[in-house]
């Protein structure tokens, strides 16, 4: 008796002392964040989705009453930072804020990533998106969508377009649009489309998809036209837009999404807290304006399941137009 009595006590001891460690994940959560949280940024600062980050991160960290730190790990298209991003712990203390780059484009360009974009990591908040313009130079006698497709058709490879370097945002853009519209265009790669708009201006180049901050500052001085915008609904920056789908091409929609990481094993609880988080300042009134003075629109609301389903569509669809036009970083 007194040897089954001392095994009860020491197996109710033994499970006593083990309740508290199962049920950490879910307390844990519940009191993320219990510190400053780092936010890994994959590019410069300064740049969109720094400053997106910044944005945001500053209107969760006064809702939740704790400090978020933005570290801006740049470099090769912002793969270094999410290859850090993915070895940190997942308990909530570290986020990735990247964008399409990391997940939905590099894994398709670069086949040799230190990490990978579906296995190691979590999708937690869609918060942003940033749609892109369609510009031409203003003596392109095309004034929609249309009329470029009609000229570029009736001189076939003599329109120039312009893009941020391989394998960016811009090229594929423009070589999913010439590939709907059945039509032939010459690549002509710049540093950054800043470094485009001179050319596009003297009609060097004709074409450029650009963000809206950058390209609509030159449409309202009048030395560039706008024809369309890339989202599948007008964009509420420049509403007076057609969508390419509005003008002839049904279906094409871009955005540069800007999203929320946790690294794989983050519990179901902490995710679902952390999305919260987001979910709830990307819906501030106030948050929208100052990121409608960075061209992006905040998200529309949706869980981590339809973030995650969103990356993987767009993964999909931009592996096919790499493949397609044996697009490469060289």
Do not use: C
């Amino acid at each position: 008796m007194r040897v089954l009595s001392f095994l009860t006590l020491l197996a109710a001891a033994v499970l006593g002392t083990q309740a508290p460690a199962l049920a950490q994940p879910a307390s844990a959560a519940a009191s993320w964040p219990q510190g400053p949280v780092r936010v890994i940024v994959p590019f410069p600062a300064s740049g969109a989705t720094d400053l997106v980050a910044r944005v945001v991160t500053q209107r969760v960290g006064q809702e939740l009453g704790q400090q978020f730190v933005v570290d801006n790990k740049p470099g090769a298209g912002g793969t270094i930072g999410a290859a850090e991003a993915a070895k940190a712990k997942p308990d909530g203390m570290t986020l990735l804020l990247t964008t399409s780059s990391t997940h939905a484009i590099s894994p398709h360009l670069m086949p040799k990533l230190a990490y990978d974009a579906q296995r190691d990591f979590v999708p937690v908040a869609h918060v942003a998106d940033a749609p892109s313009v369609l510009l031409v130079t203003p003596s392109l006698p095309a004034r929609s969508v249309a009329e470029l497709i009609a000229y570029a058709k009736a001189n076939p490879g003599k329109l120039n377009y312009a893009t941020s370097g391989n394998g960016t945002i811009v090229h594929l853009n423009t070589a999913a649009f010439a590939a709907q519209a059945g039509i032939e265009m010459t690549h002509v790669p710049y540093k950054g489309t800043a470094l485009a708009i001179p050319d596009l201006v003297t009609g060097q180049v004709q074409v450029l998809f650009d963000s809206l901050p950058t390209g609509m500052p030159h449409v309202k001085s009048g030395r560039l036209r706008a024809l369309a915008v890339t989202s599948a609904q007008r964009s509420s920056l420049a509403p007076e837009l057609p969508t390419l789908a509005e003008s002839g091409l049904p279906g094409f929609s871009s955005v540069t999404w800007f999203g929320v990481y946790l690294p794989a094993g983050a519990s179901p609880a902490l995710v679902e807290r952390v999305h919260a988080a987001f979910a709830r300042a990307i819906q501030a009134p106030e948050l929208a304006a100052s990121l409608a003075k960075l061209g992006v629109e905040p998200a529309k609301p949706s869980t981590p399941a339809q973030f995650g389903a969103l990356v993987r569509t767009d993964s999909d669809r931009w592996a096919a137009v790499i493949r397609q036009h044996k697009i490469t970083l060289e």
